[in-house]
């Protein structure tokens, strides 16, 4: 008996050591980030079916793998916000504050005021430079600001790479813990320091990348990104990335494979599996919506804006002239072919005037009593015929050209003003862009106004456009190859819409030629893209893209320009308007005429048709693109506050439960003292009896 009662004394100081020495383990790093505070583990010890003391176990990491998952969840959550705030807060910087003198806005209101200006001052020398140098300065700024967007999405597919890298080097990490882990609880071994070195590697991780973590009974864990792909299990594995240059340029970025690896890192066989859209969450997530979403979109818009703001100021440009008129009208390059079906209906007035502004000659051509068939060819050969030698048309590599006979007359171009003429909404002179403001080299800046059912697509056999749909988190849907076949529009619209991308939605043309992607409701917000177009209609230049009007990244934006001799002599600007009602001989333009003038100040005010993004005046439409985008940088940075609120409790919470308390802690070390002296007081006792049985027996 006596011998029991002392063999529980001694394991009861043991157990008092033990207990001892983890309170002053947890004590030794109370500071360190992490750190999951451990116990002692102990049990009542039996031998012989008798109770003989206390059995010491090893010290056990005390942890909530349901609070750790939520770090890890809310980790991933403030990564992304993170990483959006940060980029969306660059992107505002670039557009300037609110009422700068210098943003996009104040570029297209000094336009309007110098148009003002233009009227009060009778359209003299200087205010007509002050104008046309504010419209350059628009381009200018447009061009600035997608060149400096495509940087930032540069600087974001760097970091992708980066980040890609990052999550490699924890993968690695987390598998080697995971072997220490499981090695260590086969031999029932504590396993508290590589599981909060595994916790820290992982708790890093899903900040890159979400991932839902899942513990096996042999001490390892499972990890999945947020899509179902697996990352981490019993065999190593890796992301390979071959992208992460930070080369925008490229059409479309490759996806991150998932593959596996040996213990040295080589890349072995693709487990099938992929990290391609942002809804892998995290950093990762958030830099993979940002680079094919939300940053092309926001330049997809800007090119939308183009698109308009040159049609508003082309459309006056074309119905006005100078004084004298030019000698030769010359055409910008429209993707059209001589036997191209006319298309037009309404009448436009075709004249040469003299340098004091009188009437040479004068043809009035009503291409709505003309023959459906009528071709571009048939049209410049009416010109020719009615202006009897005064001025020659020519229509050549998708160009149309008028000039005068005459090196003192000039031409001029006008709209009938009871029966104006008019393809896909456009005037003659417009759709031709024979006395534009704007131009470029990569678009017609005009819809196109094919009629599918009567005009022929123009394009070789071969030729090729490829075709991206991504839905509102970047994810590619859906892709085509459009191979240009026979020669029908139709056949195009048939191709597409029986092709892959016809799941989410249908293709189609709308009444001004332009083609238009409808989505089904469950890919509402779905977006296509032309990142690859090698099409050339009638070798003329101009590819099927940059003539449907499909994205807004194809409006030419890029090449474009105020016509280069308005620029060196702003008196060429045309300002004046052609007499509708003066017959030859009689005085048809005159100066100080500003009807021109006062036709810029309308025409910027009036609604213009965005096609997909609606109808809206300029100013209301770069408003609400500016707008849109300060919001989201905004709701970006209110979602980073809510993020790191929401990961801090997070942390607090599980800490709260794991961490050490120094005030615990102590209270515990007394318990564990006083634990100690009792069992030394038992085991004095015990060797006092032994002394008294001793006497008793001698």
Known sequence: MINEI???????????????????????NVNVAGYAREKTNLSTQVVGGRVNGVAIGEPSRVADQFLEATVYRRSGDYGRAEVKSEYLDRLQEMLGEPGSEVGLPARLDAIAASAVAMTGAMGTEQTAAEFTANVEDALSSMQRLTDDVDDLRGDVESEVGYTVDRINSLLVRVHDLNTTVSQLTGLGRSTGGPADQRMNALEELSQLVSINVREQPDGRVTVDAANGATLVDRKLRQLSYTGGGGDVSQPSYPPIEIRFADAAGNLGAATGEKLDSSVVGGKLGGLIDLRDRALPDFNEQVGVLFRGMAEAINTVSNANTTVPAPNALEGRQTGLDGIDRMGFTGTAIFAVTGQNGKMVARTDIDFSAMPVSSTIKDVVGWINSGLGGQATASFVDGKLTIAATDSRNGVVVAQDTANPSERAGVGFSHFFGLNDLIRSETSSLVPPGFDISADRHGFAPGQTASFVLRDTNGRELASHTLTMADNAFTDILDDLN?????????????????????????????????????????????????????????????????????????????????????????????????????????????????????????????????????????????????????????????????????????????????????????????????????????
């Open 6 to 28: 002392l063999s529980s004394a001694v394991s009861g100081l043991a157990a008092s050591q033990a207990g001892l020495r983890s309170v002053s383990n947890n004590i030794a």
């Open 498 to 698: 029986s092709s892959p991308l016809s799941q989410f939605g249908s293709f189609s043309f709308d009444d001004r030629g332009r083609m238009t992607f409808d989505p089904v409701a469950s890919a509402a917000g779905a977006s296509i893209s032309i990142p690859v177009d090698s099409t050339d209609r009638w070798g003329t230049g101009r590819t099927f893209s940059s003539l449907v009007g499909l994205t807004g990244r194809s409006s030419g934006l890029s090449t474009a320009t105020v016509r280069s001799d308005i620029l060196a002599n702003a008196l060429k600007l045309p300002l004046s308007r052609l007499q509708p009602d003066a017959v030859v001989g009689e005085i048809a333009l005159g100066a100080g005429d500003t009807r021109g003038a006062n036709g810029f100040v309308e025409g910027l005010d009036q609604q213009i048709d965005f096609g997909k993004d609606g109808t809206a005046t300029l100013q209301r439409f770069s408003s609400l693109l500016l707008g849109k985008a300060g919001l989201q940088a905004s709701q970006a940075e209110d979602s980073l506050a809510d993020a790191s609120a929401r990961r801090a409790d997070a942390t607090n919470r599980r800490d709260a439960y794991s961490g050490v308390n120094i005030d615990e802690e102590l209270a515990q070390m007394v318990v564990l003292q006083n634990s100690y002296a009792a069992s030394a007081r038992v085991m004095s006792t015990a060797s006092e009896m032994y002394d008294t049985l001793i006497a008793m027996v001698g």
